[in-house]
């Protein structure tokens, strides 16, 4: 068997018997050779106490792209993948009798699309090298076995480099890539490029330095960045971490997201796109993962702590509702999954959920959230909405009836927090939220406020006063249309202002309005932002 070793940023697989390096002669002969064996990579597998170095066993290493290099002239002359026990097998012909050749194995994935590179290396691409070994008899048949290894040592230290680390990073994405295949056969998924460093710390600052600040999907670069630091957290071999980014990679790349992003944690209540993106995200890893359905995020010294650990089906949803993730996860995880619990009769599977992400969601005039959701499924499943009205009721949201929550009775807490979007006319009466203002961040449900309105006109104008600090947004699918913001610097009214909108007559359009805690002037009272339509 062949060992990985890893010359930075590339890897150089070491021969533990078979070829061996040879000659470079280049005397042309015909011939076919058949080259053949298995990949593998090291797997930690994560618990509750932390990576266990003791139990690592080998997985295959699936999908990966590999090719077979002559080193005489360094000429590529065979390609192809793994299949999906980590087999390669090529048929060389025509090449030179005792001309050495070596394997190129790739952390990269062709079909489709994902190449794991180096943040902190110019982006480099991880690339495995074996040893150069000779095919010195016409027609012979050579057989390897290549490991990636952990890099894991004496001393309980990564003595040596951590080669597995981007294979498994591929191989969870692959997981998720056949879940989804599998009820969407012809699905088509755009390149993603995950980044991924030995540098990579839990720090923002810059991406080049490793400064990444936390696992992450990046909707602007439409990349994935994974932490790798020694000692302090590793997401490699968090497979839960992995899928569960990878997931707002498919919300971004084939359904749609309105999640504006940023820190959220149980128990909270959450800005209601990313409750449901979050929500979506985890219960992914649960599906891709089953019948591993507790997400563990493992860090710390020696990688020796789980400093997340939450079953995806049952961990306490402290304060049920349409913002709460703990809620969203449990409910689309319960669609999917086959077990009977409290209020789930339901066991749909995988497919009428990406039904309804990759095209009702991506069409609707609603913020993307547990009730665009719901509605998608009802109308796709009319058979399902008494199910489906069951599964809302345990999670103390009220029957959904449209994409805007419609006769939601569920507040958090907060009578202001409803209804879930107010109605604007044109040219009707102006209508006033209240936001809290104080609450310590802005992606908080009760700094955020929703209208509805639909143009009748090219243009609306869209007027609006506010006591305090504001963000302002006009969307239309989900994109942004028209955007502003004011800061208090003292307790006069900010406004009567005003803006005229490009609209579509017929179509509609939300308008969300937020407050941003670091810039309130007034922390103790809640904030009135009242808007009208002309």
Same mark, same amino acid.
């Given at each position: ?226 932490? /790798? ?32 992003? /940023? ?272």
């Amino acid at each position: 068997m062949w060992l990985f070793k890893f010359i930075f940023p590339l890897f150089i697989i070491s021969c533990n018997g078979g070829g061996g390096a040879g000659s470079s002669s280049s005397s042309e002969s015909v011939g076919t050779w058949k080259v053949s064996g298995l990949l593998s990579y090291d797997y930690v597998p994560a618990t509750s106490s932390g990576l266990d170095y003791s139990a690592i066993i080998q997985k295959p290493m699936r999908n990966i792209y590999v090719e077979v290099v002559r080193t005489v002239d360094q000429k590529v002359i065979a390609t192809g993948p793994t299949d999906d026990n980590g087999n390669y097998s090529f048929e060389i012909p025509s090449i030179a009798q005792n001309n050495p050749i070596k394997l190129a194995v790739w952390a990269e994935m062709k079909s489709p699309s994902v190449i794991i590179k180096d943040n902190t290396s110019n982006n480099a691409k991880y690339v495995a090298y074996s040893d150069v070994y000779e095919l010195n008899a016409e027609g012979e048949t050579i057989i390897e076995e290549i490991n990636a290894p952990s890099g894991w040592g004496v001393g309980n230290v990564y003595s040596t480099k951590r080669v597995a680390a981007p294979f498994a990073i591929l191989d969870s994405i692959y997981s998720a890539v056949q879940k989804v295949k599998a009820v969407k056969p012809s699905i088509s998924f755009p390149q993603l490029k995950v980044n991924w460093s030995t540098l990579n710390v839990a720090t923002s600052g810059a991406i080049s330095l490793g400064q990444i600040g936390t696992s992450h999907y990046n909707g602007e670069t439409g990349e994935l960045y994974i932490l /790798g630091k020694e000692g302090a957290d590793t997401d490699e071999y968090d497979p839960h971490i992995i899928v569960h980014e990878w997931g707002h990679y498919f919300e971004d790349k084939l359904s749609r997201s309105d999640s504006g992003g /940023g820190q959220h944690s149980e128990g909270e209540t959450v800005e209601m796109s990313l409750a449901f993106s979050e929500g979506w995200s985890n219960a992914l890893s649960a599906i891709v993962l089953d019948p591993d359905i507790v997400l563990k995020d493992t860090s710390g010294f020696r990688q020796g702590t789980t400093g997340i650990i939450f079953s995806l089906e049952t961990s306490t949803d402290i304060k049920p509702g349409w913002f709460s993730e703990v809620s969203n996860q449990q409910m689309i995880f319960d669609v999917y999954d086959s077990n009977a619990d409290t209020g789930d009769t339901l066991s749909l599977g995988l497919g009428p959920i990406l039904d309804v992400l990759t095209d009702y969601m991506k069409t609707t005039p609603a913020k993307t959230t547990i009730f665009s959701f719901v509605a998608g499924l009802k109308a796709a499943n009319p058979s399902s909405v008494s199910a489906l009205n069951t599964l809302t009721l345990n999670k103390q949201i009220t029957n959904v009836a449209d994409d805007f929550g419609t006769g939601e009775t569920n507040n958090g807490g907060l009578a202001r927090m409803l209804p879930v979007y107010n109605s604007l006319a044109i040219n009707g009466s102006a209508v006033s939220v209240f936001m809290g203002g104080g609450i310590a961040r802005m992606n908080e449900a009760d700094n955020n406020r929703y209208y509805r309105f639909t143009a009748t006109s090219a243009s609306t104008k869209v007027s609006w006063t506010s006591t305090d600090t504001y963000i302002i947004r006009v969307m239309r699918l989900g994109k942004v249309i028209y955007e502003t913001a004011e800061e208090a610097t003292d307790a006069s009214v900010l406004g009567p202002l005003y803006h005229m909108v490009t609209t579509t007559p017929g179509l509609e359009y939300v308008i969300q309005v937020s407050t941003h805690p670091d810039y309130v002037f007034n922390t103790s009272n809640p904030i009135e932002f009242s808007a009208g339509l002309n």
